[in-house]
Structure formats: structure tokens, C-alpha cells
């Protein structure tokens, strides 16, 4: 299986961007699905994005279409996840998670369908 990396997170004014990149140890990366998942104090950890392991299918979170846009770049072994037009409800823990998917897997950005994790990046959205 894959080991999985955030880069740092950090502070990001309202209204700008940020790129948080996930990356990946393993030969195999290429078999997983990915997603980013926000975690905030008294909140269940909520998929933001998810991407296949063919980077052609992506879910994003209603909160957030518009504004996040998540790719892949197997060649690298990693993920990202462009942030733009942050607001301060984007603020919170970022995780990169993946899953081993078949190549006729449904998209699936729930937690509980993702087994490894990276530890977590902290966004801030300060003025």
C-alpha cells in the first residue's frame, strides 16, 4: 500500500489561494482513489474532493464547487488540491486519504471508505 504525505498547510488570507499537494510512497499509486478531508472542532471529518485513481472522476462537497479544484499527477505520485477564493469556513485540519479502487470503482468521498491517511496539514483563513 501507498504512505501518504501532506505538504504544509499555513495561513492563507480571505479571498486568496492556497495548493496543498498529498504526496505518495509506493509503486502502486496509480491504483488509488484520493480525497481531501477537512476536520474542525466538534465536526465530523467531512470529504471536501475526491479523485479517481484515473483522475477522471472527482467529487467536491457543495461547499466548495466552484472554488477547489482537485488534481492528480500519477507520473509524481501526487494529489493536489487548488484552493481559490478561500473563505474562513475553509479553515480547518486537511487530510489526504486513499483507497484501492478497482478500474470500475463508483466515486465514493466518504470517510469510512478510505483506509490510509496522511497526518493532517492545518489551513488557516485570517486577515
Known amino acids: 500500500q501507498v504512505g501518504l504525505a501532506e505538504s504544509w498547510g499555513g495561513l492563507v488570507q480571505p479571498g486568496g489561494s492556497l495548493r496543498l499537494s498529498c504526496a505518495a510512497s509506493?509503486?502502486?499509486?496509480?491504483?488509488?482513489?484520493v480525497g481531501w478531508f477537512r476536520q474542525t472542532p466538534g465536526n465530523e471529518r467531512e470529504g471536501v474532493s475526491c479523485i479517481s485513481r484515473n483522475g477522471v472522476t472527482t467529487y467536491y462537497a457543495d461547499s466548495v464547487k466552484g472554488r477547489f479544484t482537485i488534481s492528480r499527477d500519477n507520473a509524481k505520485k501526487t494529489v493536489y488540491l487548488q484552493i481559490d477564493n478561500v473563505k474562513p469556513e475553509d479553515a480547518g485540519v486537511y487530510f489526504c486519504?486513499?483507497?484501492?479502487?478497482?478500474?470500475?470503482?463508483?466515486?465514493?468521498?466518504?470517510?469510512?471508505?478510505?483506509?490510509?491517511w496522511g497526518q493532517g496539514t492545518q489551513v488557516t483563513v485570517s486577515s
Open positions: 509506493g509503486s502502486t499509486f496509480s491504483y488509488y482513489g
Open positions: 486519504a486513499a483507497r484501492r479502487e478497482i478500474l470500475t470503482a463508483r466515486m465514493a468521498c466518504a470517510s469510512d471508505e478510505y483506509s490510509i
